[in-house]
């Protein structure tokens, strides 16, 4: 299974909006509404943004929403703030019970 | 809800690690475990999956053959051993909670396997 596509970096300026893409197959983005993205701060463990495409966990901020379209899943962050700067990973359930991350995102807050 | 993680370990080329991950504040049996690793400056990297309730798992092509997962329900922990390791072993690795079968949380704090001659 390879790893889903993500740009390596996205920026912008505070309370601008930065969207994230993650681009796989129809073997996994494009096959299932199971798409993750996870926000992690360097020497942190990882933490759930978004699952399921769009839903948000408790706790988590409206600024930010999940989409898909395809094969392609969206992150985008709107109103960023600096606590945002961090690195985001897509997953996305893959077929065979197989899970895939994206190669991440590290986002810089300008 | 919360997963803990046992220490630190270095290990030479070809020896085994078993990293514990104790769960507290959900009924363990009631989820899977996942199993992701880290090396360093990398991406995360998925390697597998166990149920807690019967102890299915599910490999990496990436580390099956070398991987084991086993959980233990009466104490509420989760195990993984990496046998045969190499220095690209070397990584943070993580337990994760999988809810529903897709997404992951919480995570556990993280355990550093260094392989080192």
């Known amino acids: 299974q390879s790893a889903l596509t993500q740009p390596p970096s996205a920026s912008g300026s505070p309370g601008q909006s930065v969207t994230i893409s993650c681009t796989g197959t129809s073997s996994d983005v494009g096959g299932y509404n199971y798409v993750s993205w996870y926000q992690q701060h360097a020497g942190k463990a990882p933490k759930v943004m978004i699952y399921?495409?769009?839903k948000r966990p408790s706790g988590v901020p409206d600024r930010f929403s999940g989409s898909k379209s395809g094969n392609t899943a969206s992150l985008t962050v709107s109103g960023l703030q600096a606590e945002d700067e961090a690195d985001y990973y897509c997953?996305?359930?893959?077929?065979?019970?197989?899970?895939?991350f994206g190669g991440g995102t590290k986002l810089t807050v300008l | 809800v919360q997963l803990v993680q046992s220490g630190a370990e270095v290990k030479k080329p070809g020896a085994s690690v078993n990293v514990s991950c104790k769960a507290s504040g959900y009924t363990f049996n009631y989820y899977g475990v996942s199993w992701v690793r880290q090396a360093p400056g990398q991406g995360l990297e998925w390697m597998g999956w166990?149920?807690?309730?019967?102890?299915?798992?599910n490999y990496a092509r990436k580390v099956q053959g070398r991987v084991t997962m086993t959980a233990d329900a009466s104490t509420s922990t989760a195990y993984m051993e990496l046998r045969s390791l190499r220095f690209d072993d070397t990584a943070v690795y993580y337990c994760t909670r999988a809810i529903r079968g897709n997404w992951f949380a919480p995570w556990g704090q993280g355990t550093l396997v260094t392989v080192s001659s």
């Open positions: 997953l996305s359930y893959a077929d065979n019970n197989n899970w895939v």
């Open positions: 399921e495409v769009n």
């Open positions: 166990i149920s807690a309730s019967n102890g299915n798992t």
